[in-house]
């Protein structure tokens, strides 16, 4: 257990392409004595498969890319739903820190001044603005993660596989954040405001009336600052936890896993991707509270007014929710492959021909 640990510690998944080549032991002298050949090992790019399955599409159909974006509307629609309570004191938080001073007094005196009915303020933009950003930011992840590993061909997608997520992780949440704002500006109001309205239906045209359709998009330039760290934290810390954990932890190969198996390494890789996505994310986060409950203020006035302390108020609360938030999303987003027999690659392996360029096979 503790030799695995150790691994684990040592095997930094951000590593550049040599420096992880040299820590797979792949970049030895070409003059060394070889040793006995071990078992062959099957090359396996982005889009192969771990076994020989019997899958309801193509993997880079337009039925794959449609099925992902499903998944990613019922991941984060749902999550973000049933999380709503802990977001909004958490929104209130960061907005009136002197009222609601920690997560245990934020959640009592919501519960004196709103009854329980209080907390689930704010859950219809809830639940239609992260189902929109869902289908944007998983569909459109699977696209350009197709995308980008066509541009860079079979052996440089292995060699910067780290790179192509982030890049196409940050592609797709510029577009989801765009779906999300009028959502979240909606939702923030009618959590942070008391009196200003209770539903998204009250909510919307108030909001358009003093403002016009800048009221919903004067937030989406912090979202960004917000949610693509976040999300590129999210895709890229995932697989290549899933990753390590499939290399260290697990003690059998991805294909001898059970569907249940690999849904609990999902779930455990998701965890540990939403505490660093919420630590990323969260001094954007607090701008995006504030700045969405006042009117004419700016993101740098917000900032400048917070400070340092001040932006990292909730830090607690988020990463909770966020972790909770985050392995759920990716065990229901897993879960929807599954249940539409989607083609779901293994962990990468070198290819054969950068294996032939390197020496290391006959």
């Given at each position: 257990m503790?030799?695995?640990?150790?691994?684990l510690a040592?095997?930094?998944?951000f590593?550049?392409?040599?420096?992880?080549?040299?820590?797979?032991?792949?970049t030895?002298?070409?003059?060394?004595?070889?040793?006995?050949?071990g078992p062959?090992?099957?090359?396996r790019n982005?889009?192969?498969?771990?076994?020989?399955?019997?899958?309801?599409?193509?993997?880079?159909?337009g039925?794959?890319?449609?099925l992902c974006?499903l998944?990613?509307?019922i991941?984060?629609?749902t999550t973000?739903?049933?999380l709503?309570?802990l977001?909004l004191v958490?929104?209130?938080?960061?907005?009136?820190?002197?009222?609601?001073?920690?997560?245990f007094?934020g959640f009592s005196v919501?519960l004196?001044?709103d009854?329980?009915r209080?907390l689930a303020?704010?859950w219809?933009p809830?639940?239609i603005?992260?189902?929109m950003?869902?289908?944007?930011k998983?569909?459109?992840y699977?696209?350009?993660?197709v995308l980008?590993?066509?541009m860079l061909?079979e052996e440089n997608?292995y060699?910067w596989?780290t790179s192509?997520?982030?890049?196409a992780?940050?592609?797709?949440?510029?577009?989801?954040d765009?779906?999300?704002?009028?959502?979240?500006?909606a939702?923030?109001?009618?959590?942070?405001?008391?009196g200003?309205?209770?539903?998204?239906?009250?909510?919307?045209p108030?909001m358009?009336?003093e403002?016009?359709l800048?009221a919903?998009?004067?937030g989406?330039a912090p979202l960004w600052?917000?949610?693509i760290?976040?999300?590129?934290?999210?895709f890229a810390?995932f697989e290549?936890?899933?990753e390590?954990l499939?290399k260290f932890?697990v003690?059998?190969?991805?294909s001898e896993?059970?569907?249940?198996?690999q849904?609990v390494?999902?779930?455990v890789a998701?965890?540990i991707?939403g505490?660093?996505?919420?630590?990323?994310?969260?001094p954007?986060?607090?701008v995006?509270?504030?700045l969405n409950?006042?009117?004419?203020?700016?993101?740098s006035q917000?900032l400048?007014?917070l400070g340092?302390?001040?932006?990292?108020?909730?830090l607690f609360?988020?990463?909770?929710?966020?972790?909770?938030l985050?392995?759920l999303?990716?065990?229901?987003y897993?879960?929807?492959?599954?249940y539409f027999?989607?083609p779901?690659?293994?962990?990468p392996?070198m290819p054969?021909?950068?294996?032939?360029?390197?020496?290391?096979?006959q």
């Amino acid at each position: 257990m503790f030799s695995s640990v150790a691994h684990l510690a040592r095997a930094n998944p951000f590593n550049a392409p040599h420096l992880q080549l040299v820590h797979d032991g792949l970049t030895g002298h070409r003059s060394s004595p070889v040793g006995p050949p071990g078992p062959p090992r099957r090359s396996r790019n982005l889009a192969a498969a771990a076994v020989e399955e019997q899958y309801s599409c193509d993997y880079g159909s337009g039925r794959f890319f449609i099925l992902c974006g499903l998944g990613g509307i019922i991941s984060c629609g749902t999550t973000h739903t049933a999380l709503v309570p802990l977001d909004l004191v958490k929104c209130r938080m960061q907005v009136d820190p002197q009222k609601y001073k920690g997560i245990f007094n934020g959640f009592s005196v919501t519960l004196k001044e709103d009854g329980v009915r209080g907390l689930a303020k704010g859950w219809a933009p809830t639940f239609i603005g992260y189902s929109m950003q869902g289908l944007c930011k998983f569909g459109f992840y699977e696209v350009f993660k197709v995308l980008y590993s066509n541009m860079l061909g079979e052996e440089n997608t292995y060699l910067w596989r780290t790179s192509l997520y982030l890049a196409a992780s940050a592609s797709a949440e510029f577009f989801a954040d765009i779906a999300l704002a009028p959502m979240e500006a909606a939702k923030v109001r009618i959590q942070t405001q008391p009196g200003y309205a209770n539903t998204l239906r009250d909510a919307a045209p108030k909001m358009y009336k003093e403002e016009g359709l800048k009221a919903f998009y004067k937030g989406v330039a912090p979202l960004w600052m917000r949610q693509i760290p976040y999300t590129m934290m999210k895709f890229a810390c995932f697989e290549r936890t899933v990753e390590a954990l499939y290399k260290f932890v697990v003690p059998k190969p991805r294909s001898e896993c059970t569907k249940a198996e690999q849904l609990v390494v999902t779930f455990v890789a998701g965890y540990i991707a939403g505490v660093f996505c919420a630590i990323v994310s969260h001094p954007a986060d607090s701008v995006v509270s504030v700045l969405n409950k006042e009117k004419g203020s700016s993101a740098s006035q917000v900032l400048q007014r917070l400070g340092f302390r001040g932006v990292w108020k909730g830090l607690f609360a988020r990463i909770i929710m966020i972790g909770t938030l985050t392995a759920l999303q990716w065990f229901i987003y897993d879960s929807v492959k599954v249940y539409f027999r989607l083609p779901r690659p293994p962990p990468p392996e070198m290819p054969e021909s950068l294996k032939k360029k390197l020496g290391l096979t006959q």
